[in-house]
């Protein structure tokens, strides 16, 4: 698994960068994708995949310790689709 740390010091590594200012960038490119899913953008990174937002409505479901039924409130969730080549790349690696 690769954590924020990870990224930053990957940024790190490649361009540079002091540790601090690698672990700012980071923040920040996360934090803009942040932002443009909550005010209802997509997040489109070329070669990789693009990130959205799904509207799901409310729906009956069940307590899974009980077994009784309960309403699930409607919501919005954040939905990754990678990229053609991102696929591809993934499948040949194994």
């Known amino acids: ?4 740390a990870d990224l930053a010091k990957h940024i790190q590594e490649a361009t540079g960068l002091k540790k601090p ?3 700012e960038v980071t923040d920040k490119v996360l934090q803009h994708i942040c932002d443009t899913l909550i005010s209802g953008e997509e997040v489109k990174i070329s070669g ?3 990130f959205m937002l799904r509207k ?4 009956m479901g ?3 310790r009980t077994g009784e039924a309960a309403e699930i409130d409607a919501r919005s969730v954040v939905v990754f689709r990678p990229s053609h080549l991102l696929k591809k790349a993934v499948q040949t690696s194994f």
Do not use: V
Request: hydrophobic fraction near 30%.
């Open 1 to 4: 698994m690769t954590t924020k």
């Open 62 to 64: 069940r307590n899974p």
């Open 56 to 59: 799901k409505s409310a729906r």
């Open 21 to 23: 200012e690698a672990a």
């Open 48 to 50: 990789f995949g693009h």
